[in-house]
């Protein structure tokens, strides 16, 4: 990397919580300087503007939190039905993590980003579409190889994984309370066990 990469991956790694507990709009070009210990020179000698480092900034964030979940599908979990179960034990084992740096942060970013910054909405969209893709195409793969109910829609099924998944991180995270999040999850298991696999006659 040269030196203004390193020096741009800096000012993204040091804000990068803060962008995800302040907000993406809230958070000023003040905030930045102090977070990493720059001036506004030095920022947007960098960066065009502070748009462009909260879209590096959420690209970052939500980087991290796919690849955390792509563990979930790797090889290490021979069947579809293991990866399903390792995605949702995933959220089981980190809420602490997610929670501590500022929640989800594709929700975050929606929430604030829906009417004010369409170019951030756009990339909040994106990542919702490949995540739901990459959840759809383990299901796919469990039809294929007669592991999983051939009926079902996998489109829907990843829709409504990640439906109940945001939900249950909204209201555990306002009531700091991960009860909302387990019920979410307990319900998502309840659902591969009971619809998407294919039940033995």
């Not at 993406?24 to 300087?33: E, H």
């Not at 919702?128 to 829907?156: H, L, V």
Request: hydrophobic share 35%.
């Amino acid at each position: 990397m040269s030196k203004a990469e390193k020096t741009k991956q800096f000012i993204i790694e040091k804000t990068a919580t803060l962008f995800n507990t302040k907000g993406y709009t809230a958070t000023s070009l003040s905030d930045i300087t102090e977070a990493t210990g720059l001036t506004k020179g030095s920022i947007y000698g960098n960066f065009e503007n502070k748009d462009e480092v909260s879209l590096e900034v959420y690209k970052y964030n939500s980087g991290i939190l796919k690849k955390s979940l792509m563990r979930s599908f790797s090889e290490e979990f021979p069947t579809m039905s293991d990866k399903l179960y390792a995605f949702v034990s995933f959220y089981r084992k980190n809420w602490q993590l997610v929670f501590l740096h500022g929640g989800c942060p594709l929700m975050n970013a929606a929430t604030e980003s829906d009417d004010t910054f369409p170019a951030l909405n756009n990339q909040v969209k994106l990542s919702f579409e490949d995540w739901t893709k990459t959840i759809s195409e383990i299901i796919k793969t469990g039809q294929i190889n007669n592991e999983f109910n051939k009926k079902i829609d996998p489109e829907q099924y990843a829709s409504l994984f990640i439906i109940l998944i945001e939900g249950g991180i909204l209201l555990s995270k306002t009531t700091k309370d991960e009860k909302h999040l387990n019920l979410a999850l307990d319900r998502i298991l309840l659902l591969i066990d009971k619809e998407i696999k294919k039940n033995p006659l």
